[in-house]
């Protein structure tokens, strides 16, 4: 049995359990977000192996870049969870992160539309574009928004790596699993030209320099996504086992098998 299987089989044998342990968990924020990406990454792990299929090498590459990003995002907000031992980190993505994301959305289109006034502050022209959180109780002020805008910011993939670079303990437990983020740092870097319609994708894709063995690429990238998705099957289990010592229960046979291929 292989690792990706007997994850899926722990989880999906425990299942009942798990979910009972996250409806009494002081993390609920965390675990939705830890689900929530699980069934981004796990439709995401779909499209590469069709892809992969069909070999098509710049989708490929265009698509993992999306995928690294998503667990970076998904393993940052565990790890603070783990580690600062309370909920505020999914919180801050869950609702002060959905607030940045419309606020800028508004104020781009605004100035699309040349409507955009700026003489105004971002608020005020938000305040504009979206009325209806201007007629809230509790309206949003200009302290909220350097605020939000403080919680949001974390979440910005130059502060993640930053903090895992240089935030987390050295002697951290899972020092080891940090290895396999600073690989999925390196690839993210190295591939951002294909989200970014760059020349070195090109030069990769249709001239082949560097020397590009593209059909192993196009498979590692299609297992990568799988390693993501039992990672954060993992995760979610070890995380009930902070609170509870059914969660590590569950997790036991995860352990073993690491330890017993690590000898």
Same mark, same amino acid.
């Given at each position: 049995?292989?690792?990706? *299987?007997?994850?899926?089989?722990?989880?999906?044998?425990?299942? @009942?359990?798990? =979910?009972?342990?996250? $409806?009494? @968990?002081?993390?609920?924020?965390?675990?939705?977000?830890?689900?929530?990406?699980?069934?981004?990454?796990?439709?995401?792990?779909? @499209?590469?192996? +069709?892809? =992969?299929?069909?070999?098509?090498?710049?989708?490929?590459?265009?698509?993992?870049? !999306?995928?690294?990003?998503?667990?970076?995002?998904?393993? &940052? !907000?565990?790890?603070?969870?783990?580690?600062?031992?309370?909920? @505020?980190?999914?919180?801050?993505?869950?609702?002060?992160?959905? !607030?940045?994301?419309?606020?800028?959305? +508004?104020?781009?289109?605004?100035?699309?539309?040349? %409507? &955009?006034?700026?003489?105004?502050?971002?608020? =005020?022209?938000? #305040?504009?574009?979206?009325?209806?959180?201007?007629?809230?109780?509790?309206?949003?002020? =200009?302290?909220?928004?350097?605020?939000?805008?403080?919680?949001?910011?974390?979440?910005?993939?130059?502060?993640? #790596?930053?903090?895992?670079?240089?935030?987390?303990?050295?002697?951290?437990?899972?020092?080891?699993?940090?290895?396999?983020?600073?690989?999925?740092?390196?690839?993210?870097?190295?591939?951002?030209? &294909? /989200?970014?319609?760059?020349? #070195?994708? *090109?030069? $990769?894709?249709?001239?082949?320099?560097? /020397?590009?063995?593209? /059909?192993?690429?196009?498979?590692?990238?299609? %297992?990568?996504?799988?390693?993501?998705?039992?990672?954060?099957? %993992? #995760?979610?289990?070890?995380?009930?086992?902070? *609170?509870? +010592?059914?969660?590590?229960?569950?997790?036991?046979?995860?352990?073993?098998?690491?330890?017993?291929?690590?000898?």
């Amino acid at each position: 049995m292989t690792h990706f *299987e007997l994850v899926h089989k722990v989880y999906n044998d425990n299942l @009942s359990k798990i =979910e009972e342990l996250i $409806q009494n @968990s002081k993390y609920p924020k965390t675990f939705q977000v830890l689900r929530n990406f699980y069934t981004k990454i796990h439709d995401i792990m779909k @499209s590469l192996k +069709e892809i =992969e299929k069909i070999q098509r090498f710049y989708a490929s590459q265009a698509l993992s870049r !999306i995928l690294y990003e998503h667990f970076l995002v998904a393993y &940052y !907000i565990w790890t603070k969870c783990r580690i600062d031992k309370d909920d @505020s980190c999914g919180s801050d993505y869950i609702d002060y992160y959905l !607030i940045y994301e419309i606020m800028k959305r +508004e104020n781009y289109n605004a100035k699309l539309d040349k %409507s &955009y006034d700026n003489k105004k502050t971002p608020l =005020e022209n938000f #305040l504009i574009a979206a009325p209806e959180f201007n007629n809230m109780s509790d309206p949003i002020t =200009e302290a909220d928004v350097l605020d939000t805008n403080k919680r949001a910011n974390k979440f910005d993939i130059r502060n993640i #790596l930053k903090y895992m670079q240089d935030d987390l303990d050295p002697n951290d437990a899972f020092k080891s699993l940090h290895s396999l983020v600073h690989d999925v740092c390196r690839r993210y870097n190295t591939i951002s030209t &294909y /989200v970014h319609g760059g020349r #070195l994708a *090109e030069l $990769q894709t249709f001239e082949n320099s560097p /020397v590009t063995d593209k /059909v192993k690429v196009l498979k590692d990238n299609s %297992s990568m996504a799988n390693i993501f998705c039992y990672q954060l099957l %993992s #995760l979610t289990i070890l995380l009930t086992a902070t *609170e509870n +010592e059914d969660g590590f229960k569950i997790y036991q046979p995860i352990y073993d098998f690491m330890e017993a291929k690590h000898r």
